[in-house]
């Protein structure tokens, strides 16, 4: 079945940094793929829809300077948290819809931030 | 504005009780809608979708448009049904799926 890889699964950095986190269809492509955040015991908001080979499209009230996205092939996107601070510690989580198939979005496992 | 309601955060039911997830939601078009499951430490995977009209572990989730509802039922909990359960919407213009707060499932011996 399709798969969805996020790496790393987890990171801790300095605050200040900046952290790339990417998501990967192994075994289908996809053109469009979204990038979820999830705080703890909380339920997964939508970050931004990214789209291969053009400009992402972000959620009102999610910075895109703050979050660049870059969906450079039709199996990586790359969520890039630049400047990193304490708030943005959270579950990154990304899913992508497979160009042809079901229709249906598979989901990463996730990726752990952690801003000191 | 695409919304999915989940009121309940907490469903506590004992083994062999019936079960029924509640989910609202809120679209102008017609949504599509679907049950995700996240089972602990796992990744959120796909439990059903109201297209397919089908049943899934012994789940069930039928769409009533004029309750704008889709709640999820089963009538005999198991254990290994406790997990995190969130109701989706997805629209048919963005392809956006929008999640509602999840509700927690615990399934008591």
């Known amino acids: 079945g399709a798969v969805v890889s996020q790496h790393p699964s987890w990171v801790i950095c300095k605050s200040g940094t900046s952290v790339k986190i990417e998501c990967r269809s192994l075994?289908?492509?996809?053109?469009?793929m979204f990038w979820y955040r999830q705080f703890p015991k909380q339920s997964l908001m939508l970050m931004a829809t990214s789209n291969e080979g053009s400009k992402a499209t972000y959620e009102q009230g999610v910075e895109k300077d703050k979050f660049l996205i870059n969906h450079a092939s039709l199996t990586l996107s790359t969520l890039t948290v630049t400047s990193a601070h304490p708030e943005d510690s959270s579950f990154y989580i990304c899913?992508?819809?497979?160009?042809?198939?079901?229709?249906?979005?598979?989901f990463g496992a996730g990726s752990r931030l952690t801003v000191l | 504005a695409q919304r999915v309601t989940q009121p309940e955060k907490l469903l506590s039911v004992f083994k062999g009780a019936p079960v029924e997830l509640k989910c609202n939601y809120s679209y102008s078009g017609s949504p599509e809608l679907f049950w995700y499951v996240q089972y602990s430490r796992q990744r959120l995977q796909l439990l059903l979708r109201h297209i397919s009209r089908e049943s899934i572990k012994g789940f069930t989730a039928d769409l009533n448009k004029g309750e704008t509802s889709f709640h999820l039922k089963k009538p005999f909990a198991q254990e290994e049904d406790s997990a995190m359960y969130y109701c989706a919407s997805r629209s048919s213009n963005t392809g956006k799926l929008i999640f509602g707060q999840g509700t927690t499932l615990q399934v008591k011996p």
């Open positions: 075994d289908f492509q996809a053109t469009t």
């Open positions: 899913s992508a819809i497979q160009d042809s198939g079901a229709n249906v979005l598979t």
